[in-house]
C-alpha cells in the first residue's frame, strides 16, 4: 500500500518542523490547506500577501496568526530590504536595478522563494491562483538549480481512488506541468530525475515506461524516434534502473496488453512511472486520469531546484495543497 504524502511525512517523523511559505496566502484553498497542515503537525506556515486580506482569510475559518500560522506582507514585512538586496545580486548581471529588485521582492511569489533562499522557510508552494509560468520562472530565478541537475522538470503524483480495480496503482507522471518540447536528451534528463522522485515519494523502485502512440515500433515518425532515443540515451547513463518504450499508455499499463505489444518486456504492463513525450500528452493526460479515472493527482511538484519550490493547478482543493505541504516537506528532507 503506497502512502499519501501526509502519512509518508508522518512516518519519517522528521526532527524539526518543515516551515512551507505560500504565496497565495488569501486564497481560501490555501488558507484551509495551510491550516489544516498545520493542525495535522505537518508543517509551520508562512501565509504571504496583503496581511490585512490574509487576516481576514483566516478569521472566516475560524483561525488567526501564531507561533506556526505567521502571515507576512512583503510591502510592509521587515524582510523584504534584505531580499532587495539579494535579489539584486542575482538578477543584476540581467540588468535588474535596485529599484526593480525592490519591486520584484514586494511580489509574493517572488517573496515566498526568497523566505526559501534565505532559510526562513524549508520549501515554497504556489500556483491555486498564479499560472506555473509565474511560479516556476520565480522558483528557477530565486531558489535555483540543484547542483547536480542538468534542467529543471516536473511530474504528478497520481494516487488510485479507494476500491479501484484492475491494476490501478500510484504512479507519477512527468512531465505534465513544465517542458514543453523535451528532446531525446531532456526525455532522459527527466526519466532519471523521476526515477529518484519515485523512490522519495512513491517508496517503490521505478519501472520507467517512454510513452508515445507507437509500442516497439509499430508506428514510424519522428516524434517517435524521439522517444526511442530518449529511452536509449536513459538506458546508457541508468542501466541499473528497469525502463522500456516506446509504448503506448494501454501496453504500459494493462499487463494483458503489455504482454501482447511487447511480449518479453517486464516493464510493459506494468509501469509505474509513465515519461510522457511532449507536454501536450502530459498535461493532458494528467488531468484525464484525474477528472475521468478518479486518480488523486499532486502537483506539479517541481525537481532539480536546489531548494523545494511546487506548484498546483488552478483547479486544486484545499486537500491537494495540505499534500502539497507534504510533498514539499519531504523533499526538504531528501535533499
Ligand atoms: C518554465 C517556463 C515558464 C519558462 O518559460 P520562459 O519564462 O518563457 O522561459 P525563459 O526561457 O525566459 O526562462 C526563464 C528562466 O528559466 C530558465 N529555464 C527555463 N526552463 C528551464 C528548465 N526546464 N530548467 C532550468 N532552467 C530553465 C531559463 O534559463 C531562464 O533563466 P534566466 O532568467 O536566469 O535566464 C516555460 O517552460 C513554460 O511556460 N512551460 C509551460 C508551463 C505551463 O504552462 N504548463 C501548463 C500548466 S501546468
Ligand atoms: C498543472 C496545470 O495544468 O495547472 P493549471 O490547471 O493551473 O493550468
Known sequence: MTLLPQELLKSKAPSSRPVISLCEGSDPRIVAGALAAHQADLANVILVGDADAVRAELSSQGASESEGVQVHDPLTSPLTSKFAAEY??????KGVDEAKALTAVQTPVVYAAMLVRLGHATGTVGGAVLTTGDIVRSAIQVIG?????????????????????NGARAMLYSDCGLVIDPSAQELSEIAKASSKSCRALLETEPKIGFLSFSTKGSAKHTAV??????????????????????????????????????????????????????LDAGNIGYKITQRLGGYMAIGPVMQGLAKPANDLSRGCIAEDVTEMIAVTALQSLNQ
Open 88 to 93: 539584486h545580486d542575482l538578477r543584476k548581471h
Open 145 to 165: 538549480m540543484h547542483k547536480d541537475a542538468a534542467m529543471v522538470s516536473s511530474f504528478f503524483l497520481m494516487y488510485p481512488p479507494k476500491n479501484a480495480t
Open 225 to 278: 524516434s524521439k522517444v526511442a532515443e530518449g529511452l536509449a540515451l536513459f538506458k546508457e547513463t541508468a542501466p541499473d534502473i528497469e525502463a522500456d518504450g516506446e509504448f503506448q499508455f494501454d501496453a504500459a499499463f494493462v499487463p494483458s496488453v503489455g504482454e501482447r505489444k511487447a511480449p518479453g518486456s517486464s516493464v510493459a504492463g506494468h509501469a509505474n512511472v509513465m515519461i510522457f513525450p511532449n
